[in-house]
């Protein structure tokens, strides 16, 4: 009788064998996570001590700025508009508004 | 900051990155960024199942600029011994930081025994639990740090209940009794002693044990704004005790600075909305600030 | 050097020829004897590996993932309850694509609790994607540990290799055992770990990402062809060994006295041996029969099953474990590998015997040949029940 031999094995070349169990150091940052905010913030740089607090607190990791000149911003890409920066600035220097859609 | 964030290159550079999907005002993120903030890039870590690695390790995706690897569920602290072991054998461990990592469910309950086999053995590994007070990656089911009357998804309030109706398990003293170097607890509320905690750690050879309050905006039902303030009056109403102990015994406290009732704390969050309907619910709230006087008293807070 | 050596020696003289940097376990009979020998070989100072006392089979499964992860070359054993507190564990070692190396000393699995030998264990863990070897006796458990190590960590299969042993049968017997001399000629034929991605500072990869159901599927494809696509990296391997170290067990299968047989008897482990003394004494008296050894469970051999019966008429597949509910667990494989061949000329007798440490005398295997002979096809027929037992009342 012959033999019908299975011939399913599929040889794999060079593959990468990362597929679906690796992923390369940082590279969540391709994912803009901008897109989840309803409220964006805007720094309004009027009395702003330099205490670096919104760095502190922003649980994304988005405010950026300097001490010494009291300049703050954000990377808007990022920013989820969660509103904790504007809450917690001991000066109320910055402001939440609306994003239009 | 203990690093310059001066630009927005600067901000890209951060060992946990952003891009991941945790919640708008997720105090867990937070956390995290300001614990790698202090570890530096010579860390490993590894994560339980749950938010923290469904949100920065979504394939092909990763939020992770140092080595990192997710397991199971149960078992951070025993892949996080492995490690450890690893590189102690092949003469890698100096200057290097092992890091685990899981939430109050994969620390306090189903991860309990990997933890404390982990503390017993001495393992030069920081641990830390994020503790938000449920299993909140499944759905704001309740853990065994569910706080007393907390609302959840498996102890929901009703006709006849008032929620969890067990108190929160202690947690810290368990890793205390395990007479490990170091133990704390600290807050996002409190970003300058949570960090000042884990550089400590630095310096500190074998089981550290850090739980860090991290409250939740769907799990525990308020609005992302108020991540820092809930986690703050935790602290000020005595809720959540903020100490350092060393080998089982408490050798520093943060003082309360400006003592506010619970009530304060309870009525920002929907997850205790049943206690404020009728008299019943006045009456819980007596307990629940009766348990926040405990601590004050117990850890000298005042 | 030959040497008079209990099972567990043997394995553990091997493990310390492979030269593991970590090696976890939990203690449950009967693998006792081989991680209380490590632990000796680590104290003694002859095994340069840091030795982790876990609390739990869940977690010595996931030191040496954690381990592996690492790059490092790592060791586990269990048994029975443990090797199914560590299933989880398993699974997740074999999707991260690990090269662990575990011993099961096989053994039967509670309710009632047993300590004595039977292969439900190991089965349970079938479709958890670890390649799965048999040994015979304890030259073959020595043997196959090395090469285990060989296969797991060769990079188109990096899986998790279980070597499984019959507990106390093998574990727990003293027989002769040849050992190699020379740790450099095992360092030759075994290189050391190299592993593409690992646990580095210098190159921060994040392992054990969520897999949405974009990925997955594949992902799990990719596994399923890296276990099949080993078959030929086991069979490399036993080639290799028998070249350096002059022993051979055969490779995935193992034939005896199988030329011109019309009736084989198909198992697995230690049983093969009393399988081979009756076969011997059968032969001498004229009667045309064979054994096949499966050596490597998983893969699954099927074409190289299918070749060596396709002639025969009949086929005596006598197992240690039962799918409950379903039947035999190798003899349905057997029989679906014919079916898959279009072979139907073959009389597949299955049956589980032996389970928790039944003896499986040689007049039962004499019963079982003379009986399929007889009969047309059996499937998962438990057989050397006590019947008066099974009637009385207690």
């Known amino acids: 009788m012959l033999l019908r031999l299975r011939t399913i094995i599929l040889k794999e070349r060079k593959l990468d064998f990362k597929l679906g169990i690796i992923a390369r150091p940082g590279s969540a940052l391709s994912n803009k996570t901008g897109s989840f905010r309803s409220e964006i913030p805007v720094f309004k740089l009027d009395k702003c001590t330099g205490c670096d607090l919104c760095i502190y607190y922003c649980p994304e990791g988005v405010v950026f700025g300097d001490k010494k000149t009291k300049t703050y911003s954000f990377d808007e890409d990022y920013c989820k508009g969660c509103g904790i920066c504007a809450e917690e600035c001991p000066v109320d220097d910055i402001d939440m508004l609306l994003v239009e859609k | ?302 | 050097m030959k040497k008079v050596l209990e099972g567990s020696m043997a394995i553990s003289d091997s493990i310390r020829m492979a030269e593991p940097k970590v090696i976890s376990a939990y203690p449950i009979t009967p693998q006792t004897h081989i991680v209380e020998h490590l632990s000796q070989m680590v104290a003694d100072g002859d095994l340069k590996a840091e030795y982790v006392m876990v609390e739990s089979e869940h977690s010595a499964a996931s030191v040496v993932l954690g381990a592996s992860a690492c790059g490092v070359r790592t060791y586990t054993a269990t048994a029975a309850q443990g090797l199914l507190y560590m299933e989880e564990v398993i699974y997740n070692i074999a999707g991260m694509r690990l090269p662990v190396v575990l011993t099961v000393a096989n053994r039967a699995v509670s309710a009632p609790i047993s300590i004595w030998n039977d292969m439900q264990d190991s089965m349970a863990l079938r479709d958890s994607g670890a390649i799965q070897l048999v040994a015979e006796n304890n030259q073959e458990a020595y043997d196959m540990h090395i090469q285990a190590y060989k296969i797991a960590e060769n990079p188109n299969v990096m899986l998790p290799v279980m070597v499984c042993v019959d507990g106390f049968v093998l574990t727990h017997t003293f027989e002769v055992v040849e050992t190699i001399d020379h740790i450099e000629k095992v360092r030759e034929y075994l290189p050391p770990l190299n592993m593409e991605y690992t646990l580095d500072i210098n190159n921060p990869f994040s392992f054990g990402t969520v897999g949405e159901p974009s990925v997955y599927i594949e992902t799990r494809f990719r596994l399923s062809n890296a276990i099949n696509n080993s078959k030929s990296v086991i069979v490399d391997a036993a080639n290799d060994y028998r070249e350096m170290f002059g022993k051979y067990e055969g490779a995935l299968i193992d034939p005896y006295k199988m030329d011109d047989a019309d009736t084989v008897i198909v198992a697995m482990g230690s049983v093969l041996g009393t399988i081979k003394d009756v076969v011997d004494e059968l032969r001498e008296s004229g009667k045309k029969i064979g054994v096949l050894k499966i050596r490597s469970f998983r893969p699954f051999p099927a074409d190289e099953i299918t070749d060596a019966l396709k002639n025969i008429k009949n086929a005596i597949i006598i197992e240690k474990a039962v799918s409950l509910g379903k039947g035999g667990i190798l003899s349905c494989e057997i029989r679906d590998a014919l079916y898959q061949h279009r072979i139907n000329s073959v009389n597949v007798n299955g049956y589980i015997m032996g389970l928790g440490g039944r003896d499986i005398t040689p007049k039962n295997i004499y019963d079982l040949i003379i009986k399929a002979e007889k009969q047309e096809d059996v499937d998962g027929e438990f057989y050397g029940l006590n019947n008066e037992l099974l009637n009385k009342v207690f």
């Open chain 2, 1 to 302: 900051m203990l690093t310059n964030i001066l630009t927005k290159e600067d901000t890209h550079k951060q060992l946990f990155t952003m891009g991941h999907t945790g919640c708008s005002g997720c105090a867990q993120s937070m956390a995290v960024k300001l614990i790698m903030e202090v570890l530096g890039k010579n860390t490993i870590a590894t994560s339980a199942t749950g938010c923290l690695e469904v949100f920065s390790t979504k394939f092909p995706e990763s939020s992770w600029n140092i080595p990192w690897i997710h397991s199971l569920f149960e078992n951070s602290a025993a892949v996080a011994s492995g490690i450890e072991a690893a590189l102690q054998i092949t003469g890698k461990k100096e200057g290097v930081t092992v890091l685990s990592q899981a939430g109050d469910g994969g620390t306090a309950d189903i991860g309990l025994q990997a933890l404390s086999g982990m503390f017993e053995r001495g393992h030069d590994v920081l641990y830390v639990c994020y503790d938000n007070g449920a299993y909140m990656n499944t759905g704001y089911q309740r853990s065994g740090l569910t706080p007393y009357d907390s609302f959840t998804t498996t102890s929901p309030s009703g006709k006849i209940s008032f929620g969890n109706n067990r108190p929160k398990k202690y947690m810290p003293e368990i890793a205390m009794a395990h007479k490990i170097p170091y133990t704390a607890v600290a807050s996002t509320g409190y970003p300058i002693d949570l960090q000042k905690k884990v550089k400590k750690t630095l310096s500190i050879k074998g089981p550290k044990y850090l739980q860090i309050d991290v409250p939740c905006v769907p799990g525990w039902k308020y609005e992302p704004r108020y991540s820092v303030k809930i986690a703050q009056l935790a602290v000020q109403s005595g809720l959540y005790p903020l100490f350092e102990a060393e080998y089982g015994k408490v050798v520093s406290v943060k003082k309360i600075s400006k003592r506010v009732p619970v009530e304060e704390y309870l009525k920002l969050q929907g997850r205790f909305k049943h206690l404020f309907k009728n008299e019943a619910g006045k009456a819980e709230i007596e307990k629940i600030q009766k348990i926040a006087d405990e601590n004050i008293e117990q850890f000298g807070l005042l």
